[in-house]
């Protein structure tokens, strides 16, 4: 089973095949960083954020389990939404990450991207 996920293509079990560069038809040549999942849904990261005065948090950066660290190049969009992938209820970050809209979630303090 390959489905394809904003990040690249995910394959069978609970890892996750990220393809940093990734341009159908889809191939081995490429940067690739894999990625242990979530059975929910859901792929914690950490997250180093600015804590602005007015109480607004704006991502910096993510990091995977495997140390790689991925910069938020924009901040496109803040609202509370729901996760429809993963489940639940947080602050839905909107982010431009390597040139792809990435969605980061905040709940409570956890920080996840959606499978």
């Known amino acids: 089973m390959k489905e394809q996920t904003?990040?690249?293509r995910v394959t069978e079990g609970s890892f996750f095949i990220l393809?940093?560069?990734?341009?159908p038809p889809y191939s081995t040549s490429g940067t690739y960083v894999c990625v242990k999942g979530d059975t929910?849904?859901?792929i914690f990261v950490e997250v180093t954020a600015r804590h602005n005065t007015d109480g607004s948090i704006r991502p910096l950066s993510i990091k995977w389990e495997d140390g790689r660290v991925f910069e938020a190049d924009r901040l496109i969009d803040v609202r509370q939404a729901a996760s429809i992938k993963g489940g639940g209820l947080g602050i839905r970050y909107a982010c431009k990450i390597m040139g792809?809209?990435?969605?980061?979630?905040?709940?409570?303090g956890k920080w996840f991207v959606e499978k």
């Open 6 to 8: 904003p990040f690249g």
């Open 19 to 23: 393809d940093l560069n990734p341009t």
């Open 40 to 42: 929910m849904g859901k």
């Open 100 to 108: 792809k809209q990435v969605y980061l979630f905040d709940d409570e």
